[in-house]
């Protein structure tokens, strides 16, 4: 429950609140919650991976991998993560070594070229649009923006995008050609995907019949607790549903091994598969297999990326607890935020009073916290209630991102009072 407090008891607050920051603005603090960038202590997991292959060059069919060609990838490297990214083998492409990359291309292959079930190239078609859950992924709605593609936002609940609106508005207009979904450890909220979401976004109907859901799986394997959630194959229920080319799936080693030199992934149906592969022979004659077969020989098999994910989670998991531990003490039981407490992903999501949220990215800026601009987990930056702030604990160190939270929530308490937020929550 909430009780109202008195205009003196607000001022106290304020008082103190003010304090803290002046304490903290003195500090001279150079800190950033940008991105969600690994640690150097998780690049540091991968050391070994950067002296391989060493002497060998032959993949298992006999390929040697500095040479050209190949063009889906290395078999025995798509063997590893087609469970781990619920793809039966043939139908998964193993390429450069970004996801984002491989997102930007089917845009622009969708953009310029007939995909399959399309009855034309959407560049001939007079209006575009994407769905786009929010809080959402920037990178994916900068895309968007990159070639003209109208965002319309749909809100997130606990289970994923909210279906009813999305099954309605899919249903409606033609012009409406994808959705972006991150189905497990969402950015930035960390909400998995129900089984139940997965298998209307895979039978609704759409008023688009080259409708795609661009399926984001990029925290597929990045736990933060001992319980592994999973999520449904959606590319399995879609094709049982009629729909077997309704989904691009999307993933990548960026967060497991060298984040600057990993290897991105490409799954869907046969048909998606094979246009894909013949759009992007005009553009490459194959992707770096010395660097795939590298991996391969690192990570051995899905359990070896397991085993290394657990190393991965040993480093990310005290950071993530000193959030929550950090948020609590200073923020809890004052109305004035309220976060997301993942099982996965790299990212926290901060709620702060409307209107508040750009004031507090500012301040924290002014006292040398920069954060992620408020805004950037929404279409064109616009979040209209101006309330979201994505926190990225991943990169500092602990003892950094400690001080880092300390000072956040400093700013939350002073913005939060000066705007005159007077409930307080009681018996949390």
């Not at 039978?203 to 933060?224: C, G, K, Q, S």
């Not at 064109?380 to 500092?396: F, K, L, N």
């Amino acid at each position: 429950m909430t009780t109202e407090l008195s205009s003196d008891a607000v001022e106290g607050l304020l008082d103190r609140a003010r304090e803290d920051y002046e304490a903290l603005a003195a500090r001279g603090l150079s800190l950033d919650l940008t991105r969600g960038k690994p640690a150097p202590a998780q690049l540091d997991l991968s050391d070994d991976l950067l002296s391989l292959p060493g002497g060998r060059y032959t993949a298992a069919d006999g390929t040697d991998v500095r040479n050209y060609g190949g063009l889906q990838g290395l078999t025995e490297l798509r063997e590893i993560f087609a469970d781990l990214l619920q793809m039966p083998v043939p139908q998964l492409l193993a390429a450069g070594n970004s996801s984002l990359e491989l997102m930007h291309d089917c845009l622009v292959h969708a953009l310029l070229s007939v995909a399959p079930g399309a009855e034309s190239r959407w560049a001939d078609q007079e209006r575009i649009a994407f769905l786009c859950p929010v809080p959402g992924y920037d990178r994916h709605f900068a895309l968007c923006e990159r070639f003209g593609i109208d965002m319309i936002p749909v809100p997130m609940t606990d289970a994923g995008p909210d279906m009813d609106v999305v099954e309605r508005l899919v249903a409606e207009d033609a012009s409406v050609k994808g959705i972006w979904c991150v189905p497990k450890y969402s950015n930035p909220d960390g909400v998995c995907y129900s089984d139940g979401t997965v298998a209307r976004l895979a039978a609704m109907e759409t008023a688009a019949p080259d409708f795609r859901i661009f399926w984001d799986n990029a925290y597929a394997v990045h736990h933060l607790t001992d319980e592994r959630v999973e999520i449904a194959d959606l590319l399995g229920v879609s094709a049982a549903a009629g729909h077997p080319d309704r989904v691009f799936v999307f993933g990548s080693t960026s967060k497991i091994t060298a984040a600057g030199a990993g290897v991105a992934f490409f799954g869907s149906s046969a048909a998606n598969v094979q246009w894909l592969l013949a759009n992007n022979a005009k553009r490459s004659i194959g992707p770096d297999k010395v660097n795939q077969l590298r991996h391969v020989l690192f990570l051995r098999d899905a359990e070896g990326v397991r085993a290394h994910m657990e190393r991965q989670r040993a480093l990310l998991e005290p950071k993530f607890a000193g959030v929550q531990r950090i948020l609590e003490a200073e923020l809890g039981g004052t109305g004035l935020a309220t976060w997301t407490t993942p099982k996965g992903g790299y990212f926290v999501s901060l709620e702060v009073p409307d209107g508040c949220a750009k004031e507090v990215v500012r301040r924290a800026a002014a006292a040398g916290i920069v954060l992620t601009p408020a805004g950037a987990t929404h279409p064109y930056g616009d979040d209209p209630r101006d309330a979201v702030i994505r926190i990225a604990p991943s990169y500092p160190s602990l003892e950094e991102l400690e001080q880092a939270i300390l000072g956040l929530t400093a700013c939350v308490r002073v913005v939060g009072y000066e705007r005159g937020v007077r409930q307080a929550s009681v018996g949390s």
